[in-house]
């Protein structure tokens, strides 16, 4: 498969003759490629500095149209054990989701096969256990929180005081220990879903403007392995009664249960799962034509191939799209060179190829979605996976994805457990949520080939954007009302030690551009839990008002300088890209 930097697309000879030409005349006009360094030895000072990149991108048909929700949301069932669940109705957690809107919300991950549901109010016996001294006034406040939030019409908010916030972390800081060693010893214990905390997390969901996908417990087994269904019926009738819009799938990673639960489901009983899971949602009219996704199988390796394989063979018009899962590493060993590996940024390409060569065999054309993505897996590391270096591989995924076809990307997680997180346990944005937000308000779902070229000492085709330079593009947003119809989004990784230069060409040739640079911001570099953008700190100004993204205005025909160790969007503004009109 070509590399997405350099994907050809028709009328690429004229455009090569026309970067010839371009070359020409620059080495010819500038002495800049002439100059010798002082000395006479004949070596050009700041060579790397000087590459220049000649970059276009094909205006006339997209490669790809993805889902409006491309970038998409989970939480991890955690958050009932540890008590976040019941501060969903925060103002400004709900504002942090909405500023991500349109998008999927996956309540689910490893836990979801633990997931006990019961018809019930309020219990304050499965919150979990918490330190004596206050978990009695803690348990009241939750109390009066619920019944003043009852009181609400419509969609229900609420301003929790900074002293309950402060016993919560306090109880989540000790709970998380226990999530933690579980996560080590794989070990789970269960959690139980009320109605109550359903009602928390739909109404979460619709106030942020996210579509719910809730899924299912499938450890539930009768004598002779199939699923026992009775717990799943009884949640779709308490939800289709309250009229809950939602998506179901069953079960998570179902290739490792095995090591979870000691015993095995293999593909011909997984199919069948889902298929008397499909039964029960024709059965509950409410959820009669209700999206089901699934099976959630683990990273694309030898196992969850073949069972992959086997339930799209038996069941693979029984679900809407295939769901699986990627991380990139393993959470406890890592150090930050590692999120500038080109070669661990290029295993995402594998996976997918992999993944869509199967689904392709058995149901050609069917969606295929990332259900679940981090940087790193065992809920990752503090002060890398939560910083400003995890985002080259997070937008690169966001990038890789679009451009083979992913329809749907759902990051873990976007708030609560673990270092994977968009947002921290005081409320505020990390590094990856910045990138999301800005991703989510310039880049549309239309996807664009690139064409690039660049000037080297021994020249190596593609070389520099395939290493270290990724450049992806897409149709401007069409929910941004500062950019007309026709606009193109262009985003750029550098992981060069250097700066690089990159010169508009073709049909993007003396066009006006709007620059968004993301750098870190202060002194700890790549460790940075804050971001800049065009050199100014991305903060929120109150619970409910973000900051304004301004851009830079680069002049027509000005050439892009990328700093080393950055990420630029540029909105090509009224290019009339005729893929970009509709």
Wanted: glycine fraction near 8%; aromatic fraction near 10%.
């Amino acid at each position: 498969m070509p590399n997405p930097a350099t994907c050809p697309f028709p009328g690429s000879r004229l455009w090569l003759v026309s970067v010839a030409l371009m070359v020409l005349s620059m080495i010819s006009s500038s002495s800049t490629y002439q100059r010798l360094a002082p000395g006479g030895g004949g070596k050009r000072t700041g060579f790397m500095e000087r590459t220049l990149i000649l970059l276009d991108v094909n205006t006339r048909s997209p490669v790809q149209v993805l889902n409006d929700n491309f970038l998409s949301l989970q939480l991890d069932p955690s958050i009932i054990k540890d008590g976040w669940l019941d501060f969903l109705s925060s103002k400004r957690l709900v504002t942090l989701a909405r500023g991500l809107s349109p998008a999927y919300l996956r309540f689910g991950g490893k836990r979801t096969d633990f997931l006990q549901f019961h018809n019930l109010k309020n219990l304050a016996k499965f919150r979990g256990p918490g330190p004596d001294y206050y978990l009695k006034n803690y348990e009241d406040d939750i109390v009066r929180s619920d019944i003043a939030l009852d009181k609400q019409r419509g969609c229900k908010l609420a301003n929790h005081p900074d002293m309950m916030l402060e016993l919560q972390r306090e109880k989540a800081a000790q709970m998380q220990l226990v999530l933690l060693k579980e996560q080590l010893s794989n070990l789970y214990s269960n959690i139980t879903i009320t109605a109550r905390s359903l009602d928390k997390l739909y109404n979460f969901a619709e106030c942020a403007g996210l579509h719910l996908v809730l899924g299912l417990n499938a450890q539930q087994r009768n004598p002779d392995s199939s699923w026992n269904s009775s717990s799943a019926l009884s949640l779709l009738k308490y939800s289709a009664g309250k009229k809950f819009n939602i998506s179901w799938e069953l079960g998570n990673e179902p290739n490792g249960y095995r090591s979870m639960m000691g015993q095995t489901v293999n593909s011909t009983q997984l199919a069948q799962d889902y298929t008397l899971l499909r039964t029960l949602l024709q059965s509950v009219r409410y959820y009669s034509r209700a999206h089901l996704l699934g099976p959630n199988a683990g990273r694309p390796r030898k196992n969850a191939i073949l069972l992959l394989d086997g339930f799209m063979k038996n069941a693979g018009s029984v679900v809407d799209a295939v769901t699986w899962q990627h991380y990139y590493m393993d959470g406890r060993v890592t150090k930050v060179e590692d999120f500038l590996k080109t070669r661990l940024l290029d295993t995402l390409t594998e996976q997918i190829t992999k993944v869509l060569k199967v689904v392709n065999s058995h149901a050609p054309g069917k969606k295929v979605w990332l259900g679940g993505v981090g940087p790193a897996w065992a809920g990752g590391t503090n002060n890398l996976s939560d910083t400003y270096a995890a985002g080259f591989l997070w937008l690169n995924t966001l990038g890789m994805a679009a451009m083979q076809g992913v329809d749907v990307v759902l990051r873990h997680s976007f708030f609560d457990y673990g270092y994977t997180h968009l947002v921290d346990q005081h409320f505020n944005p990390l590094p990856d949520y910045w990138l999301s937000l800005v991703f989510k308000r310039l880049v549309g779902p239309r996807v664009l080939a690139v064409r690039v070229a660049g000037l080297q000492r021994k020249p190596r085709p593609g070389r520099v954007i395939r290493d270290k330079l990724r450049i992806y593009a897409h149709c401007t947003s069409f929910h941004n009302r500062n950019y007309v119809r026709g606009s193109i989004t262009i985003y750029i990784i550098n992981l060069h030690r250097s700066r690089k230069k990159i010169k508009l060409a073709g049909t993007l040739r003396n066009m006006t551009v709007h620059q968004y640079l993301v750098q870190p911001y202060g002194t700890d570099g790549l460790h940075a839990r804050s971001v800049q953008l065009n050199g100014e700190r991305l903060l929120m100004v109150d619970n409910e008002t973000f900051p304004e993204l301004k851009p830079r205005t680069l002049r027509a025909g000005r050439t892009i300088a990328m700093p080393p160790m950055t990420i630029g969007f540029y909105v090509i503004k009224n290019i009339n890209a005729y893929a970009c009109r509709k």
